[in-house]
Nanobody, 123 residues
């Protein structure tokens, strides 16, 4: 198993940029597909972005496409989510997650989850 911990959340204004980080506990970090998900108040958790083990493939939700970039640094056991032009609709708890195997948008297939970090975008 891998233990995950998110950081970088906080209060920002509409149009601002923010970078979230998620660090994993294992030295075999490169063997995991990594994803970002979010859960807004009163809503179900939804997919945001995913990145393959070698970072050659990325997936994005339509709601964030063009505004978000997922990246990873396997040497640092870290995955990032760069968010630009933030909107109030982006307000949510953001979770990072990991899985073995192939990249997917399906959150049910991710086995390991962090505790989440709150992102609040004021209007």
């Amino acid at each position: 198993q891998v233990q995950l911990m998110e950081s970088g959340g906080g209060l920002v204004q509409t149009g601002d940029s923010q970078r979230l980080s998620c660090i994993g506990s294992e030295g075999t970090f490169s063997s995991y597909v990594m994803g970002w998900f979010r859960q807004a108040p009163g809503k179900e958790r939804e997919f945001v972005a995913a990145i393959s083990k070698s970072a050659d493939t990325t997936y994005y939700a339509d709601s964030v496409k063009g505004r978000c970039t997922i990246s990873r640094d396997n040497a640092k056991n870290t995955v990032y989510l760069q968010m630009n032009n933030l909107k109030p609709e982006d307000t949510a708890v953001y979770y990072c997650a990991a899985k073995r195997g192939l990249i997917t948008r399906g959150q049910a297939l991710y086995n390991y989850w962090g505790q989440g970090t709150q992102v609040t975008v004021s209007s």
